[in-house]
Structure formats: C-alpha cells, structure tokens
C-alpha cells in the first residue's frame, strides 16, 4: 500500500497475501485482491496499491515469466506498480517498475531510499 508524491513512490504498508504456495511459486488470491480493493473504496484502508512483493529463498532475485505476468496484473491498478524480490537467504532485495517503450526493468539501488 502506499501513495505517488512529489515524483516518489511511497510505499508504507503491506497486506500479507500468498496463501497458496509451494517451494517455487505463490499465489495472491484473486479473491484477497478484490478484497483489498473494495475496503480502499470504502475507506478501510488508505492509500492505494502499488504494487507486490515475494520471496525466492535461495533462487536470487530475478523475476520469472509469471511474475512478470503478475506485475503486469498490478499494472493495472497503478502505471507506478512495482514488483519486490526478497533474497532471504542474503538479505537482498530487488525492486522492478514498469518504464515506457522498454518493459519492466529492475530499479537502480540509487533510486531506492529506506527510511
Ligand atoms: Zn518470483
């Protein structure tokens, strides 16, 4: 969950989703999706989705066909939607975003800011 601001993604919250996986794939739950999107327009919760994010433990960070799908589905909700890779057993992280006329590409590290 978060907001686009002053040319900046902001992302400030997370709703756990994913409940079917197995060892090399996960699912949001269409379902959980519709959900998250209803409570947004009755004022459940703030801000918007802008995007996913999942675990590839042990397999580095890359996003796969169907995750490229995925992103693609977030797309919809948000041209700004990205996509967040964690490598859990380096602590890594990769973030991808969608850019015009190229695809979805990884976000350089200098344009990631924790706070
Ligand atoms: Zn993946």
């Known amino acids: 969950m978060g ?10 919250d997370t709703i756990p989703g994913g409940n079917e ?17 209803n409570d947004i327009v009755e004022g459940k919760i703030d801000g918007s989705i802008v ?7 042990g397999h580095g ?6 995750d490229l799908d995925t ?3 977030f797309h ?6 990205l996509s967040l890779v964690v490598e859990p057993s380096t602590g890594e992280f990769g973030i991808w975003i969608y850019e015009n006329g190229v ?4 976000l350089p590290v200098s344009y990631i800011h924790i706070i």
């Open 71 to 73: 992103h693609m589905g």
């Open 3 to 12: 907001a686009l601001d002053d040319q900046a993604l902001w992302v400030n």
């Open 61 to 66: 960070l890359f996003l796969s066909q169907t």
């Open 76 to 81: 919809q909700f948000s041209p700004y939607a």
């Open 103 to 106: 695809g979805v590409v990884q």
């Open 21 to 37: 996986t197995s060892e090399v794939s996960c699912v949001f739950p269409p379902q959980l999706l519709a959900q998250v999107a």
């Open 51 to 57: 995007g996913w994010y999942h675990s590839h433990p």
